[in-house]
């Protein structure tokens, strides 16, 4: 449906309904935007606006990547917003039609891009006279600037991600790490195709962005390079991260592995006094001690067992 229709003509905005719709014919052009779109929204704006087809049609599918195309009477774009839900990231779609005097926003949830650049609208609508492509630029803006919040709360899970692996040794640690890979593949695979958007934005010479606005373009090319350098150090981050974990584990697997080494060769002298006192001879020895032979034995263990423990002591073994 039609979520709201703003013409700006004469140096003037309005706010009109939808059966009211109308191109400006000289300086001028008609903003709408289109929330869960319907069959009947594209017959409606088809007669009214040279909207593409393709266009439209793409905006149904499910899954659209984000990209630009470029039709005879306007651009075609798809931009992706990031939303941060609770701890999940989440993703919603925004299509831009952007004609020389009008512009198609279409969407399927409430975006906060959209209903910013609404509000601000209310409290000034000078910026209306740059045309529509300035209106695009200030959504793709706050998108991108969208970003910079996941990224610090990348920053927190990290600092947790950090404490269970180095600190408390947390078994959960693993499940943590493979979390963080995960959002920082989902990120990097919207962020790079929005980079090629931004970079075809801000050196298109196309008659339907005004040049005096590809300035503004790259600016916001320059804001989602600078998130793509951190998603690619955060991707750095969570390898080191996760062959921190798989050290920590082998470490703790070592000491394991030594304090069972070494409590076996503390037993090794122990077996072969019991075994070769445990034959059937007699030893002159024993002979010697008689009935007190059974705590000579065990006097021999214990001394062999308190030497070898000052020895392993010695060379750092325990």
């Known amino acids: 449906m039609i979520k ?39 017959g409606f704006l088809e007669h009214l606006l040279p909207l593409h087809p393709l266009a439209w049609q ?45 512009l198609v926003t279409v969407h399927k949830k409430t975006l906060r891009c959209t209903d910013a650049v609404l509000k601000s609208l209310d409290i000034n609508s000078s910026f209306l006279k740059k045309g529509p492509s300035y209106i695009v630029y200030a959504l793709l803006d706050r998108m991108v600037d969208d970003y910079f919040p996941l990224l610090d709360s990348l920053d927190n899970k990290f600092d947790e991600a950090e404490s269970k692996v180095l600190v408390h040794h947390d078994e959960k640690a693993l499940e943590k790490i493979f979390t963080l890979k ?49 998603l690619d150090s955060y991707r750095d981050l969570v390898t080191s991260l996760l062959d921190a974990y798989i050290s920590v584990q082998s470490n703790k697997l070592n000491e394991t592995i030594k304090v069972l080494t070494v ?49 392993f002591r010695n060379k750092k073994w325990l």
């Open 182 to 230: 995960r959002e920082i593949l989902e990120l990097r695979k919207k962020a790079i195709p929005q980079r090629e958007v931004l970079s075809a934005l801000s050196r298109h010479d196309s008659k339907t962005v005004e040049p005096s606005l590809i300035v503004y373009f790259r600016d916001v090319y320059d804001h989602m390079i600078r998130v793509d350098e951190m």
């Open 4 to 42: 709201s229709a703003i013409v700006f003509d004469s140096g003037k905005m309005r706010s009109i309904a939808p059966e009211q719709l109308s191109v400006p014919a000289q300086k001028g052009f008609v903003w709408v935007d289109v929330e869960r779109p319907e069959q009947a929204d594209y």
């Open 58 to 102: 793409a905006m149904q599918e499910p899954y659209v990547r984000p990209k630009i195309t470029v039709f005879d009477e306007h651009i075609f774009i798809v931009f992706h917003e990031p939303l941060l839900e609770g701890k999940a990231v989440s993703f919603s779609r925004l299509g831009f039609f952007l004609g020389k005097n009008f």
């Open 263 to 311: 409590i076996a060769t503390a037993t090794l002298p122990l077996t072969l006094i019991v075994g070769f006192y445990g034959m059937n001879i007699t030893f002159p020895e024993l002979r010697f001690f008689g009935a007190n032979s059974y705590f000579f034995i065990l006097f021999i263990m214990l001394l062999v067992t308190i030497v070898m423990a000052v020895y």
